[in-house]
């Protein structure tokens, strides 16, 4: 069974990074056929995605945040990590890992199905 | 970017009742739809994969439909246990959540 667990700081500073890492248990970052995301949650609001990264390197961000956002695999330590940089209190929000399984990718785009494997989510404050 | 848009977005319904939440895209993402619950204070639970394929350990209960633009989720024979908020999710391009559809058990 694949589990997933968040970590990184709870409290950042106005304007700078965030960083957060996922790790994962129970099965591999690097195994064929998976992806790896990450979405987060306002207080009270619905889920937002964030971005994701295939198994193959392929990376996805959403739109609104793609200029502030990173996300990447360490396969040495079965992790994958967000950096969010000039964070505001905008960006305070339960933040999530999760992954699921690839249908395929081509011509730029992956088809993928949902995400069956979830962290159970950090809380996130951006505050002085 | 695909926008997706889910009705109602809160409904109350008694146990035991047939509930319907809807889910529709701006644009056509063929079968790469997803269901998930939350339970407030939990991470979500897909419940549905590719708009009718339900997860293992899914009650029967659930069930989904649809393709192209527009989806279904049905729950025969509400629980309890139900009371939650369902999202849908597009996997066709990127990801994109709906707003969610909070459930009461009146």
Known sequence: QVQLQESGPG???PSQTLSLTCS?????????GNYWTWIRQHPGKGLEWIGYISDSGNIYYNASLRSRVTISVDRSKNQFSLTLSSVTAADTAVYYCAGGALHYCATGNCYAYGQAYWGQGTQVTVAS | DIQMTQSPSSLSASVGDRVTITCR???????????YQQEPGKAPKLLISAASSLQSGVPSRFSGSGYGTDFTLTISGLQPEDSATYYCQQSHSSLTFGPGTKVDIK
């Not at chain 1, 248990?25 to 064929?32: E, L, Q």
């Open chain 1, 11 to 13: 409290l950042v500073k």
């Open chain 1, 24 to 32: 994962v248990s129970g099965g591999s970052v690097s195994r064929g």
């Open chain 2, 25 to 35: 895209a701006s644009q056509y993402i063929s079968k790469y739809l997803n269901w």
